[in-house]
């Protein structure tokens, strides 16, 4: 089955950028989404077909999708923006596959 | 503004059954442009795509949990469902369900979510 790979953890400080990477076999040819979620909170979709941004969401807030990698890039991080973030794409069944989920600690 | 909201006992005995319904408000269930689907969230992991629906009943569902689930629409009554049975303790989650954008494949509105505890 297809899997979706982040890293389980970054940190940055307020005011800097945020990367979070998502690696999967050929990600590239698939459309790629980002999830926000805060504790006790559903999730948000925050990017979605790799890189554009649901209405409501901040500028600062971007994606790309290349190869085997699809990234989420935040801006001028704010503590606001501390949260999981999930990367989702969809398997030829169709299935939906979602990435292990990355804490984003603002420090 | 579309809305879904998870209903269902918060506490299923092991080898039981667990039920859920995901009533939709504020669109149709009946939309060619849409799947319908439940996620889960074991306590402190990540997110599990559990299956989805079409209006017209076609269903897809996670390999490993296939055997054991069952997602179903009624579109006279705007909702869509779930039954998973002989649940375990590794069945205990909160279960969230999500409308799926086909075209663009992502999920655009989320229901709040409900805690379902597997235990005796």
Redesign the interface.
Known sequence: SYELTQPPSVSVSPGQTATITCSGDKLGNKLASWYQQKPGQSPVLVIYEDKRRPSGIPERLSGANSGNTATLTISGTQVVDEADYYCQAWDSSPAVVFGGGTRLTVV | QLQLQESGPGLVKPSETLSLTCNVSGGSISSTSH?W?W?RQPPGK????IG?VYYGGST?F??SLKSRVTISVDTSKNLFSLSLKSVTAADTAVY?CAR??IA?????Y????TLVTVSS
């Open positions: 799947y689907g996620i990540g997110l599990e795509w989805s897809y996670r390999p969230f799926l954008n663009s494949r992502f999920l655009d989320w229901g709040q979510g």
